[in-house]
């Protein structure tokens, strides 16, 4: 794992530590990964703003749950359906999860990149 993915898994498992989270519906649950998820991506890109990264910023963020109509969370809803993830331990859950986001992203660019080569002139 690099250090990026280490900091994302390890932010979406900290951000499930403090709740009873396979109590929750899938749906709660996705929504709190990918808000997870987003924080800590807004947390590195502040850090990489030399101006930013001098001012003193909390330490961590209230999480906001992602809108339920956000793409992502529909990905990760359907992956859960696909495995049972409240056996799962919190941490592997979290690389479940990640996992099958890394795999979405990566079908939606290389979906791109083929409808681009149907593009006349392009």
Known sequence: ????????HA???????????????AEMLARR???ALDRQRVADLLAEVAEVA???LPDEP???LVDRTDE???VLVA?????????????????Q???ALDAWWLSRRWRAVEQSWLMPGM
Do not use: N
């Open 72 to 74: 992502r969370v529909a």
């Open 97 to 99: 999860l990640l996992d």
């Open 79 to 95: 992956a859960m359906a696909s495995f049972q993830w409240r056996s799962l331990t919190r941490a592997g859950l979290c690389r």
């Open 1 to 8: 794992m690099d250090g990026s993915a280490a900091r994302y």
């Open 62 to 64: 209230p999480l906001e």
């Open 11 to 25: 932010a979406v498992c900290s951000a499930l530590e403090p709740i009873a989270w396979k109590r929750l519906t």
């Open 54 to 56: 001098a001012v003193s």
């Open 33 to 35: 990964v990918v808000g």
